[in-house]
């Protein structure tokens, strides 16, 4: 049996399906992702389309665990999430410096190895 072969029988023919939408890794909700285009951008708070693009949204609401579900290794460990990123427009696949968590009454802005809130600047 071919090594392809045996991964397939153990892990079945989707194992390396490419994603859609974010919401084919995780559950949908109200909680928007948005990655940066480039490094740190200038956010405009009026439209953040100019530097961010939208990965989509998730149920998920604390930045935290959402800050570790979109590193790549949990995203796309097998780079399921390559064809997704590149048709949103993404560069990167794990969320860093200048990424952006929006909940319904909040946002955050990923900042090093803090996540900040934009409104106050606090560590979350």
Do not use: C
């Not at 991964?7 to 490419?18: A, I, R, V, Y």
């Not at 948005?34 to 100019?50: C, E, L, M, S, V």
């Not at 935290?64 to 997704?84: D, N, R, V, W, Y």
């Amino acid at each position: 049996m071919r090594v392809y072969d045996l991964t397939e029988s153990l892990l079945g023919p989707d194992h390396h399906k490419q994603y859609e939408t974010l919401n084919d890794k995780y559950p949908a909700g109200d909680t928007e992702i948005w990655y940066a285009i480039g490094r740190r951008p200038q956010i405009d708070k009026n439209d953040i389309t100019k530097s961010h693009v939208l990965v989509g949204k998730v149920q998920e609401t604390n930045p935290k665990k959402i800050f570790g579900m979109m590193q790549g290794e949990l995203l796309s460990p097998q780079g399921e999430a390559g064809t997704l990123l590149r048709n949103v427009g993404a560069d990167h696949t794990s969320m860093h410096d200048g990424d952006i968590i929006r909940t319904t009454d909040r946002a955050f802005v990923v900042d090093g190895s803090n996540i900040l809130d934009i409104q106050t600047g606090e560590k979350v």
